[in-house]
């Protein structure tokens, strides 16, 4: 269909958004903000023509046209003139049935949804590559931070050795708040879902859930590989104590959340845990909501990218650029789809094993709670020689916890297995008061 624009005539592609939350109130903010220069962008004319959800009455902050707001989905999944379907329901169902719905009926479509791709992917790319539809996902990992696209467009010449980043932007807000005013860690949480970054349901992000959905989608299309999610190793933030993130410091460390893939020949390492980063490397100075991806490429070298991992405004401009993308594909005539789903054509996809955690070798920060006596620190390095783990440095403060003092050792590089047995084992002392704990260290970071 064709559409007279400041005297041109343009061509007129439709799109029915599904779900108005928070993201999809931003997409609307954006038709009506940027609609000009879009279409100047686009030499297209992008309408909004139906927005569904159960919810039509909650004011969202932005106004929309009469009959544009509707119920009932079948308006925009079933309606012949719409050519892109906006998914911003989130979750695996209906999420998923929508999608397939609207790839069966012939629509591209756009999602922020990173739980139904890391766990459905599969399922959906299939039917999009058989219908010969695009799916377009760059809002579903790191928000404002055009990592999928880099991967798929621009970096596509090279073979990628490591992808990781900060991918949940509510818990780098949290640790940062926990960090810089000494904040309490629920307090901080209910500011973050009062500003519009967390998830329906916050324990995704707490617990690392959601960071991982990012990183599967992540993986896949950096190592073409499909990507067993329950075969990701996956920790929270919730046992990171001010403690904790104050040691650190004295050792020249900041705690994140770190997504963390890296290729080792036929097999990947996939694993999202709070991480100690060098207080130098720039990912240290990524705070608050923001997420950076670091990748390495072997011919691009180390690439880093930071934006804002959540919130309205920059979810929606990634999804706003993913549908002007499909409509420059619609633009060069049929429906073919120009870039594949998972970066790889499809028969090319392997499906690469994921590493056990206890082969993991990294160092390894490691806090005891032990009485203050004499022949402590002797049991403790004693059991840690015992299982090869060669210590680099430690710390004891004077200062009492609960009754026990804290012993802080930073280890050499260590196999995850000798640390978890160690800690077992030193953990059964007499003079040891509380569980030990550990964290990862990412120092390779260049
Ligand atoms: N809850 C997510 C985050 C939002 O905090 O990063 C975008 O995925």
């Known amino acids: 269909m064709t559409h007279a624009v400041k005297g041109r005539v343009m061509k007129q592609i439709k799109a029915g958004l599904i779900g108005f939350g928070t993201i999809g109130a ?6 009506q903000h940027n609609g000009p220069v879009i279409a100047d962008r686009l030499g297209a004319q992008l309408e909004l023509v139906k927005i569904a ?11 929309v046209a009469p009959g544009q707001l509707t119920t009932d989905v079948e308006e925009i999944l079933a309606n012949p003139e719409i050519d892109i379907v906006i998914e911003l329901i989130g979750g695996y169902e209906p999420a998923r049935t929508f999608v397939l719905k609207a790839i069966a009926n012939g629509k591209h479509v756009v999602t922020a949804n990173k739980a139904l791709l890391a766990v459905h992917g599969e399922e959906i790319f ?23 696209s880099s991967i798929k467009e621009n970096l596509c010449a090279n073979q990628f050795s490591s992808v990781l980043g900060i991918l949940n932007g509510t818990c780098n807000y949290i640790l940062t708040r926990m960090t810089q005013a000494g904040d309490d860690f629920a307090d901080v949480l209910k500011a973050a879902q009062d500003l519009g970054y967390a998830e329906a349901d916050p324990t995704f992000d707490v617990e690392g859930i959601d960071a991982a959905h990012k990183l599967a989608i992540l993986l896949s299309i950096c190592f073409g590989t499909r990507v067993n999610f329950a075969d990701i190793s996956t920790e929270g933030i919730g046992n990171i104590s001010s403690l ?35 207080l130098y490397h720039p990912l240290a100075d990524v705070e608050g909501v923001f997420n950076a991806v670091r990748l390495v ?13 959540a919130g309205m405004e920059a979810t929606a401009s990634a999804v706003m650029g ?15 789809v120009r870039t594949p789903a998972m970066a790889y054509c499809a ?44 210590i680099a440095s430690m710390i004891q403060p004077e200062r ?12 050499h590089e260590a196999m995850e297995d000798h640390i978890v047995k160690a800690l077992a084992e030193i953990d059964k002392l007499a003079v040891i008061k509380e569980q030990s704990r550990f964290i990862r260290i990412e120092s390779e970071l260049e």
């Open 126 to 148: 299939a039917a999009a590559s058989k219908q010969g539809v695009d799916v377009y996902f760059e809002a579903a990992v790191a928000g404002g931070i055009p990592i999928i």
């Open 244 to 278: 904790d993130i104050q040691f650190a410091e004295q050792f020249g460390y900041k705690i994140k959340l770190l997504a963390i893939g890296k290729r080792d020949g036929d097999s990947i390492e996939a694993r999202v845990h709070p991480t100690m980063i060098p």
């Open 297 to 309: 490429g072997d011919f691009v070298g180390p690439s880093m990218q930071i934006g804002y991992g």
């Open 26 to 31: 931003g997409v609307v903010k954006v038709f």
């Open 400 to 411: 009492q916890v609960g009754g026990a003092v804290p012993i802080v050792v930073l280890t």
């Open 53 to 63: 959800d159960l919810d039509i009455t909650t004011e969202r902050g932005v106004s």
């Open 347 to 390: 028969d090319k996809v392997s499906q690469l094993a994921i590493k056990p955690m206890a082969e993991i070798v990294t160092q390894y920060y490691l806090r005891f709670a032990a009485n203050d006596q004499p022949g402590v620190l002797a049991q403790i390095s004693t059991i840690l020689g015992n299982h090869h783990i060669s």
């Open 322 to 336: 993913d549908v002007m993308a499909i409509a420059r594909n619609m633009q060069l005539g049929g429906k073919g």
